[in-house]
Each structure stands twice: as C-alpha cells, then as structure tokens.
C-alpha cells in the first residue's frame, strides 16, 4: 500500500527533521551529531568509525570484521562480555555492524541511560584489550560464521565470484567477512595494530539521537570522549578501479537447489559526483531508473518478467547512492520453474535495452518518485534510522546536510536524465553477468539461508 503524501509535505517533514539536528566536534576530533526526537523517552547512541573492508590490504581481509567481534571481549576494566550484560542489566539492547566502508557499534536505551552507554563505548576506544586466548576463540567463531553465511550458501558463492570478476583492483572485490586464508593467517598482534590505527577519535563520528537535548548530549560526549588522547585522522590510499571495457561473465557450478543469476554496471555515487564528468544529478537520476525496474509490485521487473510473464520467481535491484567509492547498480534473479538462467538474463537485458532506448512514462516516474521519498520518510519514524542515516552519510564523507534538499533533487530528476544515465551506465561493456548453475546436492545436506548483502553481524 503506498500512502499518497504531496511533494511539498514531504519537503517539509524533512526540512523539520534536519532542524533538530546539531553538531560539535571535540577538541580531539570526535564528531558529534545529535538528532533530537522527544515522541517517546528513548535514545539511540551509534558510534562510527571510518574503517571497513575497503581499507583493508589483501593479505588482512576480514580483519576489521574480526576486530568488530573483539571489542565485546574485555578493556581494562570489562571483562569479556561485560559490555552486553551491562546493556542488558540496564534495560537496552546492543549490536555492531561492519561493512566495506565502516564499522559501527550502537545502543538504544531509556534515555536517563545515556551517560552508561558513553561510559562503555569511550573506554573501549581507548582501553580494548586483546588477548591471545580470546582472539583464538573468537576467529573460530568468525571462521564458522564464514562456512555457514558464505561456504555453504551457494547464491553467497555465486556472489563473491561475481565481485571478484566485477572489480579488477578496488577492494570492494574481496568480502567483507574475509578470504578464509586470511582469516586463518590474522594474528592478534594484526588487530592490536588495526585498532591503535582506527579506533581514534578523529576516524571516529558519534550519533545520538531520541528524546535528548544537544548541549547536554554535547557535554555528557565531551566528560567521557573528550579525555581520549587525539591521533591524527587516518588517511587511506584511495585505489580507483579502471573503467571496464568490455562485458565479463563467469558461471558457477556447485550443488544447489536453483540457479541464480547476477548482473551488474559499475556506477557512481555522491562522493563521486563532480569528478570525471560525472554529474550532480546522476546518482539521483539511478536511484529513480532503478525504482522504475524495481520500485513496488508495479515495477517492470515485477509486474512484467515475474507476474505477467513468470519468467522469474523474483528479481531485485540494488544501488546504493552513499556508498564511499563508485558502487555497481546490480541485479539479482531467481528465475522461474521451467525458465533458465539464460532466459531470465535475456529478459533482463530486454528490459534494460527498453529504458536506454524509450523515455519512461510520467505516470511512472510519479509513482517512483512517490515510493522513494515516502520510504525515506518513513524510515524516520525510527529513531534509530534516523541515526542511521546521519550516521553513514558522516562515516563516508557526505555532507548529512544533503538531506535537506533530497526531495527537491529526487523530484527535479526527468525522464529524460532516466535515459541518459541509462545509456552511460548500462550498456554492455559495463556490465558483469555471474550464472549459478546448480548441481545435485547431497542428500541430507542442509540448505544455507539465502544469500542477502551485508556485511558481519555481532
């Protein structure tokens, strides 16, 4: 069901939203954005640092998820654990996540609770301790995680194949859970480096947002980050990946259940835009064709190659606009009983040709417009979305201010700038097209649960 709100009231819940966003940043570097939101007496605290897989050399793959599962293990005056059982005790819930562009830790508690959940993040970034007899129990816990998520899923398989061949020299190529022959060479000395590195306040940003007031978010931040000794901001190298010149594919062939088909076009975002001729406007002229593909049950690949035409059983678009370096516009397909992976592709490509070659409709790019803006309204009924939003927009050097006007660009966007990013990007010289093609499986053997993005989970 989709709600039908005006442009200009979308316009307006936003402009209201980012009004009650401030910032600080401390004498030793920490950034500091607070979101106030006072519907209900709670409050979410997300601490990003600036580092994930992409920051990581080929031999130390995995590393920063690792060392996302070691800082719940003990500081100078935790014990291992003691940070979730303190959350706990204290009504709240905990959880980490790392990506390939940053790792991030966060709590949501009763807001008079705050101050224990600066108390815990602030020693851990300065006092982590990391011994040889946990870290060798903990990467057998992240080894497991990779046989489960990724060894023994097919379609996760199918997808590192896919990223490897995808990307030639950007890091982006390599999972962020790591290569298992990393995992198994990663010392704890390996991570007591990374953390000295990166876990610094200046590579750090902390996000608050709930029923709170700034000035006291802002000094409660400063009594318990400010005695954090400074370092200097972590720079790493940027590796840019070449243009591709000619279209890359591969198959896959391992015990599965159904095949399953993945393309992609290389594709630029905000931090992107500006450089190399890339326009302002063209991540968000993407985000637009990809609605157009993929937006709703009214979308093409959804009313035309899974109900009309029961070529696919399901198909799904991917683009993230914010990520920190230029990102794929990908395609994930399960094609239907009786279609192949080849005819699924096809129908695919038909499509694809369809929006380079003719203007999309007005009356769809209402509707797509409509869908993404009500989605990003939405998500701020969550407080700690909104955290999210300004939280990764700052990890990957984006202006959080852009929210401001988001709507405004989104709306600005023509059919006509729809086809132009459409023949730039999709074509196929740019395109990377992985095929699993399944084999018989052993009886007995358990299904993985199906591939689904992202990155490690504490």
Known sequence: MIHKISGLLFLSLLLIACSQTHE????????????????????????????????????????????????????AKLKPNEFSRIIAANGGRENAFTSHDYTAYFQQLEKSRLPIAFELEAERMQNLVLTEEEFNKEIKVVMEERRLRTEDSPEALAG??????????????????????????????????????????????LVVAGDVKPQEVFALAKQHFGPVPAAPPVKSPEVA????????????????????????????????????????????????????????????????????????????????????????????????????????????????????????????????KAQVVASNVYSRDSVFYQAMQLGRLAANGLDWHMLDDYVEKLNAVTAEQVQTVARKYLIDSNLTVTILDPQPMSKGKPRAAPRRGGGGVH
Do not use: C
């Not at 004498?27 to 640092?49: A, C, F, M, T």
């Not at 198959?251 to 001729?277: C, F, K, N």
């Open 241 to 368: 990946e070449p243009p591709q010149k000619s279209e890359r594919r591969n198959r896959v062939s391992i015990p599965a259940e159904v095949p399953y088909l993945l393309l992609g076009y290389h594709a630029p975002v905000h931090a992107s835009a500006g450089r190399d001729g890339i326009a302002e406007w063209e991540p968000y002229a993407l985000s637009i064709l990809g609605g157009v593909l993929d937006g709703g049950q009214a979308s093409r690949f959804k009313h035309e190659l899974v109900r009309e035409k029961k070529i696919a059983a399901g198909i799904d678009v991917d683009y993230s606009a914010t990520s920190r370096s230029p990102t794929l516009l990908m395609i994930e397909a399960t094609p239907a009983n009786g279609h192949t992976a080849e005819e699924t592709e096809k129908a695919i490509r038909q499509q694809i040709e369809r929006i380079r070659n003719e203007l999309v409709t007005a009356a769809e790019l209402k509707r797509v």
């Open 24 to 75: 600080t940043t401390l004498d030793n570097g920490l950034r500091v954005i607070v979101r106030e939101d006072h519907r209900s007496p709670v409050v979410v605290s997300q601490i990003w640092y600036k580092v994930g897989s992409q920051d990581e050399p080929a031999e130390l793959t995995g590393i920063s998820h690792v060392l996302e599962h070691m800082m719940f293990k003990g500081t």
């Open 160 to 205: 590192e194949k896919f990223m490897v061949t995808a990307y030639e020299k950007h890091s982006y190529r390599n999972p962020i859970i790591g290569w298992m022959k990393d995992l198994e060479s990663i010392t704890v000395k390996d991570l007591r480096d990374w953390y000295r590195r990166f876990y610094t306040p200046a590579n750090a940003v």
